[in-house]
């Protein structure tokens, strides 16, 4: 059995790259600041959402994959480890790692950033479900693909999935173009 | 993908766009309730879970609703598949979303509420059922394209696939380690990442029955055989071999 989840990992991980994710990512934003020699061109990179770090055993874990494929994964730290103050437990982040020894070491962390088109602004849950509450003239999009939606949704969400955007979004959306809309999916990671 | 939506709108001409970017997960891990579709709750592969009391129960429901009153759901939660789909509704707003808390809480991860008053639901032509009810809960996954029932595959496994189709073949990719345990006695065996190089060891005219110790090799196999045109079937379910002797469990 252990070779046999051995082999699996690969393709779990694969698999779980091919979920629906939201946001596509910016990650060349807080570089500048970083000293050029800790960059690495194609460094191994673990993006997901950080569940602990640990100061005493200099460990970071990220969970990386969604749903049923998530998987948590263990990265060490050590001085010369930079944007440790983005690996921070419940934030998106990607982490750059190398091996050394058995060990995998965080190189480089970076919060994992979503980028908005011009003129979009993010909403955050709660002032989202006060609109919600207060049912507010608001039209709610869900994005993801319509069996999704289907099992469960925002109340009073509309299935727009995105690849049908071109071609639905007129006749569901709504005439008022000053009308609040909120897209929404499967989350940032 | 809802950034990009949203930018679309923008472009044609919506004024007041934004994006919840944390999404559907961060909604209910705050407690906030989700709903089905209609056509869900009246269609889908789901197990409907009606949380008022029995005599409500029976006096109208939605059809095909199994009664859990709220305060035994404690106790059923481990008769509710884990991989259904559960689509629960009472009439108190409040206890329906107790109960997805509950649920939410015990790891089910895929739960929503029906939409709208259940007194409009139940109002509807057609769209409820009265007397005694069930209490048990019947989920059947739906098989995917391709994928065989254990019956079927022991069919196979004593050679009878069909008429048409005698002498199917038995097909297991596990690895050369897995299968110096035990195989299917008339098993071809074939690890999967030697599969592209070694199909032409497998025949286009018979039926092509596959197996690992999951299921989740067989259906990459599967849709491997299947693009090169094989008859391709697999099975998803545990099983383990000790020699000849092979027990498979779904």
């Keep these: 059995m252990k070779t046999n989840l051995k082999k699996l990992l690969p393709l779990a991980i694969m698999l779980s790259m091919l979920t629906w994710g939201c946001a596509q990512t910016q990650t060349g934003q807080d570089t500048a600041s970083k000293p050029a020699t800790e960059m690495k061109q194609q460094a191994p990179t673990y993006t997901g959402k950080i569940i602990g770090k640990s100061n005493k055993a200099k460990t970071i874990s990220i969970e990386v994959g969604k749903g049923d494929q998530a998987k948590t994964m263990m990265v060490k730290f050590d001085d010369k480890t930079t944007g440790l103050e983005f690996a921070a437990p419940g934030e998106a982040a990607i982490i750059n790692w190398e091996e050394r020894g058995d060990d995998k070491f965080a190189t480089v962390i970076k919060p994992k950033l979503a980028s908005l088109p011009e003129g979009v602004s993010e909403i955050k849950t709660d002032e989202l479900s006060n609109l919600v509450k207060s049912s507010a003239d608001i039209m709610i999009i869900d994005s993801r693909p319509a069996s999704r939606y289907a099992q469960a949704h925002l109340p009073g969400a509309v299935s727009i999935p995105a690849e049908d955007m071109k071609t639905k979004a007129a006749e569901t959306l709504p005439k008022e173009k000053d009308k609040l809309l909120v897209f929404y999916c499967g989350g940032p990671t | ?250």
């Excluded at chain 2, 019956?151 to 048409?164: N, Q, T, V």
Aim: proline share 5%.
């Design chain 2, 1 to 250: 993908m809802s950034p990009k939506a949203a930018g679309l709108a923008k472009k044609s001409g919506y004024t007041n766009v934004k994006v919840y970017l944390e999404g559907e997960p961060a909604w209910a891990k705050a407690g906030l309730p989700t709903y089905a579709s209609n056509d869900f709750v009246n269609k889908g592969n789901i197990v409907l879970i009606d949380l008022r009391s029995t005599a409500k129960a029976e006096a109208a429901r939605l059809p095909r609703a199994v009664s859990v009153p709220y305060e035994t759901l404690d106790d059923r939660m481990e008769d509710i598949p884990r991989k259904a789909p559960v689509v629960l509704y009472s009439d108190k707003e409040k206890e329906a979303i107790a109960a997805l808390g509950d649920m939410r809480f015990e790891g089910f991860k895929k739960v929503s509420l029906v939409y709208g008053s259940l007194d409009n639901w139940l109002k509807a032509d057609g769209m409820h059922e009265s007397g005694p009810v069930t209490t048990e809960i019947s989920w059947k996954r739906k098989l995917g394209p391709g994928e065989v029932t254990v019956a079927d595959f022991e069919k196979a496994l004593s050679g009878m696939a069909s008429f048409h189709s005698p002498n199917p073949v038995i097909l297991d990719v596990r690895t050369n380690d897995e299968t110096k345990s035990g195989k299917f006695k008339n098993a071809v065996t074939i690890p999967l990442d030697e599969l592209s190089a070694r199909m032409n060891e497998l025949p286009k005219d018979r039926k092509i029955y596959i197996h690992c110790s999951t299921g989740a090799r067989a259906e990459m196999a599967h849709k491997e055989l299947q693009k090169s045109g094989f008859d391709s079937f697999f099975l998803v379910a545990d099983v383990e071999c000790k020699g000849n002797d092979c027990e498979i469990e779904e």
